[in-house]
């Protein structure tokens, strides 16, 4: 990292990457199921570049979620150079799931849930405006939003994949 983008960040260092628990977390996630993991064709670099030119330029992660390790992925990849906080479907957070065991090993505080219902039918996407102010909150204190964009519903009859960055782009103006 560049003594430039150390200084431009001196007062939030700490908040400059993810915390060292969901890192080690994933880290071990990923040793039990890849071989290893990185970006291609320069993707860290350039965002370190563009971090470094404009300290104050905010991400969102958007995955294609198509396994269960994209987010372990993401964060094995660009932790280091961001904060990524990882969204999660609210009804993982009730009960057991092999999801909470990922929550408890690597911190609930790095994981923001976003409103699901569960019913006869199984789980469904419920659009909640206030999941995403919270988000807006988080990344004006540093972190990095990581977001499924498949479908809202298991069901894929709400809208369309994308519809978490569009809605976050249009409600936050970032």
């Keep these: 990292m560049s003594d430039t983008f150390k200084k431009s960040f001196s007062h939030q260092e700490e908040q400059s ?16 199921f890849c071989k290893e993991f990185s970006l291609a064709d320069g993707g ?5 570049q563009i971090l470094e030119q ?18 372990p992925a993401a964060v094995a990849a660009l932790g280091d150079i961001l904060d990524i906080q990882i969204t999660a479907e609210s009804v993982l957070f009730e009960g057991a ?17 976003l409103s699901y219902d569960r019913d ?9 405006p206030e999941d995403f102010t ?3 909150t988080l990344v004006k204190q540093g972190k990095t939003p990581w977001m499924a964009v498949h ?22 103006g970032l």
């Design 97 to 113: 799931s092999p999801q909470r065991a990922l929550f408890k090993l690597a911190g609930k505080e790095s994981f923001t849930p």
């Design 17 to 32: 990457e993810t915390p060292e628990r969901l890192r080690k977390g994933v880290d071990t996630i990923i040793k039990l």
């Design 54 to 71: 404009n300290p104050e330029t905010t991400f969102v992660i958007a995955a294609s979620h198509l396994s269960n390790l994209d987010a």
């Design 134 to 136: 919270r988000l807006a």
């Design 151 to 172: 479908p809202f519903t298991t069901e894929e009859e709400s809208n369309e994949p994308g519809w978490a960055v569009f809605t976050w782009h249009t409600k936050q």
């Design 120 to 128: 006869k039918h199984g789980k469904h996407g419920v659009f909640n």
């Design 44 to 48: 860290k670099e350039r965002i370190t």
